[in-house]
């Protein structure tokens, strides 16, 4: 809120079409500037690229541990249910 209102101060303020030309460049400069483009997840952050790719591999890694687990457990049982 705190930007738009001394913009809008900064409008109301202006007398020439010289400040108003300015204060709209600024506006201008601003949107664009706020605006992500569409190959920012291309070009992002080579060390936030890595931590989502160990992150990814974490996950992989777990999910591959709980299946290697409980087929673990079924044969176990298997076994204690032919040899018991």
């Known amino acids: 809120m705190g930007l738009a209102f001394s ?12 400040c108003m030309l300015k204060v709209s460049l600024i506006l201008v400069v601003l949107a664009a500037l706020s605006v992500p483009s569409g190959g920012a997840k291309m070009h992002a952050n080579p060390i936030r690229r890595v931590i ?10 777990e999910d591959q541990s709980a299946l290697e687990e409980e087929l673990f457990d079924q044969f176990m049982c298997a076994c204690k249910k032919k040899h018991g």
Request: glycine share 0%; net charge positive.
């Open 7 to 18: 913009i809008a101060l900064a409008l109301h303020r202006c007398d020439t079409m010289a």
């Open 52 to 61: 989502t790719m160990l992150q990814m591999m974490m996950k992989k890694s």
